[in-house]
Structures are given as C-alpha cells and as structure tokens.
C-alpha cells in the first residue's frame, strides 16, 4: 500500500516536472524554428545562386563587348587591311616593345590602343602623305596568352590561361563561381606594372608594389555594379576569402562552428543556428568570449538567451570567432534525471502488476 502511494507520489512529481520542461522546451523551439537566421539562411543560399547565376550570363553574353575595347598587347598578331591599296595589306606581331611595322608608315607604336583606335591612326598617318580618306581595317587574329590566377572559396581555384580581354566576372565564371561559404570580399591583386624606359632602381623601388584592390561582392553580383567588374590583365591574383565564423557551443542541440557568409549574426540567431537550447540549458547565464586584439586575452560577455528572446534585453550582434557558450542548468538537470529515474520504476512497477 506504502509503495502503491509513494509510486503515486513520483508519478504526480513527474507530470510536474514534464509539463514544465515540455512547455520550457516548446517555448525554445518556437522561439528557435521561426527565427530569422533560418530565413535568411534560405536568402543567402538564394543570393549565392542568383550571383552565380549572374556570373555566367555576364561571361556569356559581354565576350564581343570585351574583344571590341581590348588593348593591343605583345604577342598579339593583328591583320591590317587598306582597301585602296592591297599592298599595304599586312599581318604582323606585335613585338615585346609593343610596336609594328607597316610598309610606307615604318614603325608604329601599338601597345595599349584597341582596334578601333589603331584604324584611326593608320587611316590618319596615310591620308596626311599617300591616300585620301583611306579605309583601313585592324583585325585581331590572335591574341596573347595572358594567366590570371584564383584562389580561395571558389568551386575550381587554380591559375588560368586565358586569351583576349577578361574581366572579374568572366574569369569568375571560368572558376565554375563562388562557393556556399565565400566571404562578402574580392581582392584583386596586380602585379607592379613598370613605364617604358624605367631605369633599374625606378623598378626596384618601393612605388613597384602590387597594387590591391577591394570589391564587394555584394555591389557587384546582386546590386549589378558593372563599374566594379574590371578589366583583367597577365598576372592578376583573385582571392575570395571564405567567411569568417562564429562558435556555439555547451547546452545547445547542435554545436558547433557556422560561417556568417557575410551576415550579421547575433546571439538569438545563432541559437537558432544550432537548433535551440537543450532542456536542461541555463540560458540565463550564456557567456561570449571575444578576442581581445591582446595576444591570446579574451573579453567574456554575458548574455541572457531568454530575456533577448523574450524582448526584455537587447540582442547583441556577434563578432567574427566569436565562441557562445550555454551552461548547462544543475536543478534541471537533477528533475530530468529524476523524471528518467521514474519513468524507469514505473515501467518496473508495471512489470510486476503484470506478474
């Protein structure tokens, strides 16, 4: 009869502490499932596919738009035609000086101009001694190999040998586009370009340095920036770091690290990156450690995962490497050990009714 009561008691500690932890952990996944972070997970991915979507219609559709303001460079073999006079007809190749030689012109400095601008100074130069209004036609019939080099979160890294004039997103299509966890950033890295005629020290001083440049991805792919998709030449490096990431770990259901693809996070959304708190989770006292800038020292931040969920406390952003984590709560802990433990002498009590 004792036991009977003492079963009975358990058995009404037990629905307690069920119902509690059911409706503490139900109010943790409503607040976790319709968090925005999932949402703006789903957006990022679509802004990924639609940037990389626009990656391969820009190099598809600009390539007779490139070939026409392209600079003429050494190696190149352009084809020059007067119609007025078929022995001025010529192919040539532009020397490593970036000159040509025609026949009654003699040498011509070519390196630099397209192939628009070039007719025009031809059709000039004949047309002041030998012909009048000349029609003169340049054709560029191959083009130098020229390599650029991409590196970091794209689908295929590695050096390309490309003809022609490329720009960013030509040679981004190239690389098969960006990766899910490639940062918001694009550097652009050029090698020093020398003037013609620079002495030896001019190319060896400190004015020689690669030249970087910074383009935001975002500008260029989803707003349509099309001044920041610049024109590429030999010797170009293109990195696309991968995004920096945020930690979460302790009292959570899935811990671990999670790219911020260029996102501001904070802490209720990377809760909701990690599915929530766990029953037993003390979220009141979940703690952030931050990098100080201070060799190895890290600022520990407090934070109150209820009350931000709740509206009660502001809803920090975190920083990148950030590490989150949640303790776990010791009075919890003891009723879902406890509400184990009866589940268990029930199952038993009930074994031995049956016998």
Excluded: W
């Amino acid at each position: 009869m004792i036991s009977k009561i003492i079963i009975f008691l358990l058995l009404g500690i037990v629905f307690i502490v069920f119902t509690l932890s059911c409706a503490s952990e139900s109010t943790y996944r409503k607040e976790a499932d319709p968090s925005t972070l999932p949402t703006k997970e789903i957006e990022s991915s679509k802004q990924m596919k639609a940037m990389n979507e626009r990656i391969l219609m820009s190099s598809l559709s600009s390539g007779k738009d490139l070939y026409r303001d392209y600079k003429i460079g050494p190696e190149d073999l352009l084809e020059i035609s007067v119609f007025e006079e078929e022995k001025l007809n010529k192919t040539v190749r532009v020397s490593s000086q970036g000159n040509i030689s025609l026949p009654l012109l003699g040498t011509i400095r070519v390196k630099g101009l397209t192939a628009n601008e070039l007719e025009k100074e031809i059709r000039e130069l004949l047309a002041e001694k030998y012909l009048q209004n000349p029609n003169v036609s340049v054709f560029i019939k191959e083009y130098r190999s020229q390599r650029i080099t991409v590196i970091g979160a794209v689908e295929k890294p590695g050096p390309y040998d490309v003809t022609g004039q490329k720009t960013i997103l030509a040679v981004l299509g190239m690389a098969g586009g960006l990766k899910e966890d490639a940062g918001p950033l694009l550097f652009l890295i050029r090698p020093p370009q020398p003037e013609e005629g620079a002495s030896s020290a001019e190319k060896d001083s400190e004015t020689m340095q690669p030249n970087t440049f910074v383009i935001n991805l975002e500008e260029l792919l989803a707003k349509g920036n099309l001044s920041l998709n610049l024109l590429l030449i030999h010797g170009d490096v293109i990195n696309i770091p991968v995004s920096g990431k945020i930690f979460v770990g302790g009292e959570v259901r899935k811990p671990g690290g999670f790219p911020l693809q260029g996102k501001r996070v904070t802490v209720s959304q990377a809760i909701a990156l990690a599915e929530g708190l766990k029953p037993e989770a003390k979220g009141g006292e979940a703690k952030i450690f931050r990098h100080s800038g201070k060799g190895n020292e890290r600022e520990i931040l407090s934070a109150d995962i209820y009350a931000i969920q709740k509206g009660q406390s502001e809803d920090p952003f975190m920083k990148e490497n950030d590490i989150l984590i949640v303790p776990k709560s010791g009075t919890k802990a003891f009723f879902i050990g406890l509400l184990d433990t009866v589940k268990g002498l029930v199952g038993f009590g009930f074994s031995l009714g049956a016998i």
